[in-house]
């Protein structure tokens, strides 16, 4: 059974900084792509970055470039999302996401809330 859990989670003040987790399991995690995506209150979800499987190369959404890294420890079967800079606006829950067998699984997320 494919299980993603996520943590890391807080509040935070703008200009902080926060590094998630993604505890992967189930499945052969060095195999695959992972994903973040973000849901802010009140909206749809944002898809904010990616790391492929092999050469581990990495592509972010503008509204988190340069402020945001992805990365991946394949010996822990775990992402991480190291996350600098957050603004007000970075407030959502955060969610590691895999494709496996052509089906979208997401952890249960974990809140960040950036607040002054």
């Known amino acids: 059974e494919v299980q993603l859990v996520e943590s890391g989670g807080g509040m935070v003040q703008p200009g902080g900084s926060l590094r998630l987790s993604c505890a992967a399991s189930g499945f052969t995690f060095s195999l695959y792509d992972m994903s973040w995506v973000r849901q802010a209150p009140g909206k749809g979800p944002e898809w904010i970055s990616h790391?492929?499987?092999?050469?581990?190369?990495?592509v972010y959404a503008d509204s988190v470039k340069g402020r945001f890294t992805i990365s991946r420890d394949n010996a822990k079967n775990t992402l991480y999302l190291q996350m600098n800079s957050l603004k007000p606006e970075d407030t959502a829950v955060y969610y590691c996401?895999?494709?496996?067998?052509?089906?979208?699984?997401w952890g249960k997320g974990t809140l960040v809330t950036v607040s002054s």
């Open positions: 996401k895999v494709r496996f067998n052509g089906v979208d699984y």
């Open positions: 790391i492929n499987r092999g050469d581990s190369s990495t």
